[in-house]
């Protein structure tokens, strides 16, 4: 079993930025990917970023150029740098990691932007 806890939501106005922390306990030998994705109200859960264990990285389009994932495998933690934050990207972000083909997740933390 792994256990994810993420942090550092809250509320930022329009243009802030904001550092999600994934800390990932347990198990956590083998995990491979891990990445961000995000569920706003009435919508689909959807991939923010992913991360590979060599360090590999995509994102989804709208938040390319703005937030950046990166991970710290002595740590067994995974970040999403968020800056230039818009209204819709408020959302509730979830970090997921994927170990032995077995897909993990976070409880999720709030992300507001509003001024």
């Known amino acids: 079993q792994v256990r994810l806890v993420e942090s550092g939501g809250g509320l930022v106005q329009p243009g802030g930025s904001l550092r999600l922390s994934c800390a990932a306990s347990g198990s956590i030998f083998s995990i491979n990917d891990m990445g961000w994705y995000r569920q706003a109200p009435g919508k689909q859960r959807e991939l923010v970023a992913r991360?590979?264990?060599?360090?590999?990285?995509n994102y989804a389009d709208s938040v390319k150029g703005r937030f950046t994932i990166s991970r710290d495998n002595a740590k067994n933690t995974v970040y999403l740098q968020m800056n230039s934050l818009k209204p819709e990207d408020a959302a509730v972000y979830y970090c997921?990691?994927?170990?032995?083909?077995?897909?993990?997740w976070g409880q999720g933390t709030q992300v507001t932007v509003s001024s």
């Open positions: 997921n990691c994927v170990r032995l083909g077995r897909e993990y």
């Open positions: 991360i590979t264990s060599g360090g590999s990285t």
